[in-house]
């Protein structure tokens, strides 16, 4: 399971197996889609980024040395976040390529692709993956001495791009904690939220990777959340991770507020008539009523990205995932549509209601009635059991009625994505294989903090038995 491959996000996998000529034949397959399929010219530039990881550095050079090697032009872009180098690319009508691991850990990296029309589709996958079995030349040399840089160009456009819809004192009177740790938007996350007036302080720098998933925080992050909002009085923190597509916000006690609650307040704060999201998504999103269409997917921005362009025609689309990224289509005046996640955009739109209500975050997280959600993941699994185990559960009702029995007994099966079982006591208990890493996910909802951690246990406890290597 350490082959590099498609996930839910990129290509992605071990460092040792990605930095070298893996990283440039990838980058050459990705480049002869563009050529092949006319969407690219010969002499055409291609905006590359990375995140602040170990190897990325080293991961883009062999990544603009392909670029070139295709009769493509490589522009650095350096380190900035992810929905920065795609929505300057895209503002080019340019591709581009990410080197970022996101939120694993730093002995993995990834790959981001990019058409100048916005993220690749599964398809656009299948046709890089053909390509890349094709033989393809392993020009190691590093990137050219003349190496064009359009790093300051991409990050004032993109924040820009909010100064643009926010007015100067949207976040006035906030005092705002950011969680800087090694996530690549550290430095320019505060420069936002104090040009929209907030006042910021500085928490948590790291000179070495912290892999931060705003899926499954560590227990010390929770830890660090809670002390610094009771320290510093603080009316929110933020963060986000690695690479900046998806955010992490706590409120004034230091909670963690989940990213589908923060998805939910950044579509309602927009005035989104449908919303799109994944069904691991809290299901209490259809019955706030904020929406006339709800739109549930599969895990991955490809997915909800397909289902927001069946729906553009005038209303507002929005797009969100569990981890909190949100994608903004078209349908407003404010701010240009960007289909790809963004953690800036659901961060200032929830400060922002946070300043205009007047009322603390955690008040208005439960005003909207969520019910209470907890996700962890099982790692260094042996996915091939992983699969099998799953795949029994969803043809075998007796194994399935055995394995949730002790939980409450199984109501209904959701084969959207993974195995998402609601159980008789109205619970739900979803596990869902990683596209990315050895690990299988589990979410878990119930109607109290209580009932969920001895949901998640039990879930947790339900995978070990069932996948890990014997």
């Known amino acids: 399971m350490d082959d590099l491959k498609f996930g839910t996000s990129g290509l992605r996998g071990l460092v040792s197996l990605l930095d070298g000529p893996p990283a440039f034949d990838w980058t050459f397959a990705f480049a002869r889609m563009l050529l092949v399929g006319n969407l690219a ?270 729906r553009e025609g005038g209303a507002l689309v929005v797009g969100f995932e569990a981890n909190g990224g949100v994608l903004l289509g078209g349908g407003t005046s404010d701010l240009s549509p960007l289909q790809t996640r963004d953690a800036f955009l659901p961060i200032i739109s929830v400060l922002a209601h946070r300043k205009e209500t007047g009322r603390p975050l955690s008040q208005i997280a439960a005003s909207l009635g969520f019910r209470h959600m907890a996700a962890d993941r099982l790692q260094r699994v042996d996915m091939a059991c992983a699969a099998q185990f799953l795949a029994r559960i969803a043809t075998d009702p007796a194994f399935a009625g055995s394995i949730f029995s002790p939980l409450g007994g199984m109501a209904h099966l959701d084969l959207t994505d993974g195995m998402r079982v609601t159980l008789g006591n109205g619970g739900i208990v979803h596990f869902r294989a990683s596209g990315n890493a050895p690990e299988v996910r589990c979410y878990v909802e119930a109607a109290s903090d209580s009932e969920t951690a001895e949901l998640l246990e039990q879930g947790l406890t339900i995978l070990a038995a069932n996948t890990t290597v014997p």
């Not at 493509?72 to 591709?95: I, K, N, W, Y």
């Not at 656009?124 to 030349?137: K, Y």
């Not at 009177?173 to 104090?194: C, F, K, N």
């Not at 989104?272 to 599969?298: H, M, W, Y």
């Open 41 to 310: 010219a010969s002499g055409s530039k291609v905006f590359v980024g990375r995140d602040l990881r170990s190897s990325s550095r080293s991961i883009s050079r062999h990544v603009g040395n392909a670029i070139s090697a295709a009769g493509l032009v490589p522009v650095d872009c350096g380190e900035l976040p992810t929905p920065a180098l795609a929505f300057h690319a895209m503002r080019q009508s340019a591709a581009s390529i990410m080197v970022t691991g996101s939120h694993i850990p730093d002995d993995r990296n990834g790959l981001k692709f990019y058409l100048p029309s916005g993220e690749i589709t599964k398809t656009d996958e299948t046709a890089i993956a053909a390509l890349h079995h094709e033989s393809a030349p392993r020009h190691m040399n590093g990137m050219p001495e003349d190496f064009e840089s359009a790093r300051d160009e991409a990050v004032s456009a993109y924040l820009a791009r909010y100064r643009g819809a926010f007015a100067g004192d949207a976040l006035a009177g906030l005092t705002i904690g950011v969680y800087q740790h090694s996530s690549v938007a550290r430095d320019l996350l505060p420069e936002m939220l104090e040009a929209l007036g907030a006042r910021t302080l500085l928490l948590g720098h790291s000179a070495t990777f912290v892999p931060v998933d705003t899926e499954a925080l560590r227990e010390e992050d929770v830890a660090l959340l809670r002390q610094w909002a009771i320290r510093h009085s603080l009316d929110a923190i933020v963060s986000t991770d690695g690479d900046a597509d998806r955010p992490l916000i706590a409120d004034e006690t230091g909670r963690f507020v989940r990213g589908d609650l923060v998805g939910t307040l950044t579509a309602a704060h927009l005035g989104a008539q449908s919303v799109v999201t994944p069904v691991t998504s809290n299901s209490a999103i259809e019955a706030t009523g904020l929406f006339a269409d709800v739109r549930r997917t599969r895990v991955g921005s490809p997915f909800v990205i397909e289902a927001m362009k069946e």
